[in-house]
């Protein structure tokens, strides 16, 4: 996918578990509230866990969770109608 963005922020993230998977609903990110519509892959590296989400304005990002950092958003997409 194009038009992405690598970064390190911290976002605070609401949700829940399903079984063992981390199931975000909301993330307040930047001073907006989104609202989380589909969550995609989730995986487990050096005891970070990574999750894939597309929010309603079809943005998508990938979050990391961790016991040490708490939620993170390492990488942001924008959404279709903003790329050109």
Do not use: C
């Amino acid at each position: 996918m194009q038009n992405s963005e690598w970064l390190d922020e911290a976002i605070l993230v609401e949700g829940g578990l399903r079984g063992e998977l981390l199931v975000p609903r909301k993330v307040v990110w930047r001073g907006k509230t989104l609202t989380v519509v589909s969550t995609g892959r989730q995986w487990l590296a050096d005891d970070i866990t990574h999750v894939l989400v597309e929010l309603h304005d079809r943005s998508r990002m990938e979050l990391t969770f961790s016991h040490q950092s708490g939620w993170r958003v390492v990488r942001y997409w924008l959404p279709p109608a903003a790329t050109v």
